[in-house]
C-alpha cells in the first residue's frame, strides 16, 4: 500500500537577523552615559540658610556702601552743576562788556574814518588783540588817554574772558566725571540688590521659616544686649545724682542753691535734650515710612537722609553721607549715648541710626523695611557722635 502523501505545507525558512551590531551599540550608549555621569562636573551644594544669611546681610551692607557714594556723588553733582551754571553765567556776561568794549574801539575807528584817517589807527583799534598789532608806544603816543584806556580794557576783558571759558571747560569736565561716578554708583546699588533679592527668592517656604526663625534669634539678643545697656546706663545716672546730692550736701547748699547748681551743671546738657526731643519727635513720626536708597523724605528716606532730616528739624544741618556725618559734632562712647546720638554701624561707616534711649534707636534699615525702632546692638556697631 503506498505511503500517503503529506498535506501539510513546509515551513517557510525564516532568516534571522544577527542582534550583534544592535547590543553593541546599546552597549556604547550605557558607557557613554556613565562616562559622562561619571566625568559631569559635581553640582555645587546647596547653602545652608546661616550661609545665605551671612550673604544676603552682607549684600545688604554692600549696597548700603554703594548707597552713600550714590548719595555722595549726587551731591557733588549737584554742587559742580551749580558751580559750572555760575561760571558760564560769568563767561556771558564778560563776552558781552567785551563786545561792549569792542563796539567802543570801533566807534573810535568809526570817527577815524570819517575825518579820513582810518589807517593805521582805526587798524588797530579793530584788530583782535591791537598790542599784538603794533607793540610799540608810537602808535599808543597819537591816541587820547580814554582811547587808550579803551584798549587796556579790552586787552583786561580778552583774558579774564578767556580764562573763565578755561575754567568752564574744566568745571564741565569735572561734572561729566561726578555724573558718571553718580551713575556707577547707581549700577552698584541696583546690582546688589537683585543678587539679595534672587538669593531670597530660590528659597523654599521651609527654607523661608528657618531664615525668619535665625532673625529673630538674632533681634532677641540684640535687644538682650539693649536691655543691658539701659541697665547700666540708669545705675551711672542713679550714681551722678547721689554724687551731686553728695556734693551739695558737703558745701552746705540749700535746697535752692543745690537746685541751681544741679541746673548749671547741665545747662548745656538740657540745651542738648531740647534739640534731641525735636530730633526725636521728628524720626517718631516717620516710623512706618519706607527704606529708599537715595531719599531724604517726607514720604521715604536712606538711613542718612533720616538723620540728616531729624537734625535739620532741630535747627542743625547735618552733611548727606554717613561719612561726613560721622565727623561732626564730638564722639561719645557707647555706654554715653544720649538720645538725639548718631550711632553708626560697620567698619565701613555705611549705616547710621539716632538713640533714642535704653538701648535702642530710630532708623531706616535697608530696602523692603520701614523706618523703625531697633536695637543698637543689630549691628556691629562703628562708633557715635554728638551733633551739636
Not at 525735636?278 to 537722609?305: E, N
Request: hydrophobic share 35%; net charge positive.
Amino acid at each position: 500500500m503506498p505511503a500517503l502523501a503529506s498535506h501539510r505545507k513546509p515551513r517557510p525558512r525564516v532568516r534571522t537577523t544577527p542582534v550583534v551590531g544592535l547590543t553593541t551599540a546599546a552597549l556604547a550608549s550605557v558607557t557613554l552615559l556613565s562616562t559622562q555621569s561619571a566625568t559631569a562636573a559635581p553640582a555645587e551644594p546647596r547653602p545652608s540658610i546661616e550661609e545665605v544669611q551671612k550673604k544676603v546681610d552682607a549684600l545688604y551692607r554692600q549696597a548700603g556702601t554703594a548707597t552713600q557714594q550714590y548719595n555722595q556723588a549726587k551731591g557733588a553733582s549737584a554742587e559742580q552743576r551749580s558751580k559750572v551754571d555760575a561760571l558760564l553765567e560769568a563767561a556771558a556776561k564778560r563776552a558781552d562788556k567785551l563786545n561792549e568794549t569792542r563796539r567802543e574801539l570801533g566807534n573810535y575807528a568809526a570817527a577815524q574814518y570819517r575825518t579820513g584817517s582810518i589807517a593805521p589807527t582805526a587798524t588797530f583799534f579793530l584788530a583782535d588783540d591791537p598790542q599784538s598789532y603794533f607793540d610799540q608806544d608810537q602808535l599808543m603816543a597819537r591816541m587820547t588817554s580814554q582811547q587808550q584806556k579803551a584798549v587796556a580794557d579790552f586787552r583786561t576783558q580778552q583774558k579774564e574772558a578767556a580764562a573763565k571759558r578755561v575754567e568752564a571747560t574744566k568745571s564741565l569736565e569735572t561734572l561729566t566725571e561726578s555724573q558718571e561716578s553718580l551713575r556707577t554708583s547707581k549700577q552698584q546699588v541696583q546690582t546688589k540688590l537683585t543678587e539679595a533679592r534672587t538669593l531670597l527668592s530660590k528659597l523654599t517656604a521651609e527654607e523661608k521659616a528657618r531664615l525668619a526663625e535665625l532673625e529673630r534669634k538674632k533681634e532677641a539678643e540684640a535687644a538682650r544686649k539693649a536691655e543691658e545697656l539701659a541697665r547700666q546706663q540708669a545705675a551711672t545716672q542713679e550714681k551722678a545724682e547721689e554724687a551731686a546730692k553728695e556734693e551739695a550736701a558737703k558745701q552746705g547748699a540749700g535746697t535752692g542753691s543745690g537746685t541751681g547748681t544741679g541746673s548749671g551743671g547741665t545747662g548745656s546738657g538740657s540745651g542738648y535734650a531740647t534739640k534731641a526731643e525735636k530730633v526725636l519727635a521728628f524720626a517718631r513720626a516717620q516710623i512706618g515710612k519706607p527704606y529708599v536708597w537715595g531719599a531724604t523724605g517726607p514720604s521715604s528716606y536712606d538711613c542718612s537722609g533720616l538723620t540728616q532730616a531729624a537734625w535739620k528739624e532741630a535747627g542743625v544741618d547735618l552733611p548727606r553721607t554717613t561719612w561726613d556725618q560721622v565727623e561732626v559734632g564730638t564722639r561719645v562712647a557707647t555706654a554715653d549715648l544720649k538720645p538725639g546720638d548718631l550711632v553708626f554701624f560697620y567698619d565701613d561707616i555705611s549705616h547710621v541710626g539716632i538713640y533714642k534711649g535704653d538701648g535702642m534707636m530710630i532708623h531706616a534699615p535697608k530696602p523692603g523695611a520701614n523706618v523703625r525702632e531697633e536695637s543698637i546692638y543689630y549691628m556691629p556697631i562703628y562708633g557715635s557722635v554728638r551733633p551739636a
